[in-house]
């Protein structure tokens, strides 16, 4: 079964800031940090059950080399991808099932 990726404007903008924050001049990681987003994301789409359920529906994907979490939900064939969560952040600020 072939999965649709989307990305839910939170993850957007969460993402954006992290790319920039990495490519910053003093820090040049930001191409690394695409990578390997880039990397969880092939998985997620080829087996998005995978990743362990942290919440009713809403599953979590570690990036490697970075301290950040992609959180999602599979609906039928498409993901939702809900946040790009920074893991030293607040838990109680991680997206919930009503930010799909």
């Known amino acids: 079964m072939s999965f649709g990726l ?9 993402i954006a800031e992290a790319f920039a924050w990495y490519d910053q001049p003093t820090i040049r990681q930001g191409e690394a940090f695409f990578s390997e987003l880039e990397r969880v994301e092939r998985f997620i789409r080829l087996n998005p059950l995978l990743y362990p359920e942290v919440d009713p529906a809403i599953r979590q994907a570690n990036l490697r080399r970075f301290p950040y979490s992609l959180f999602y939900v599979v609906d039928g064939s498409v993901i ?9 952040r607040d838990p109680g600020t991680r997206p919930a099932r009503g930010d799909a």
Request: aromatic share 12%.
């Open 80 to 88: 939702s991808v809900l946040s790009c969560f920074h893991q030293h």
């Open 6 to 14: 989307i990305f839910k404007p939170r993850a957007e903008a969460e």
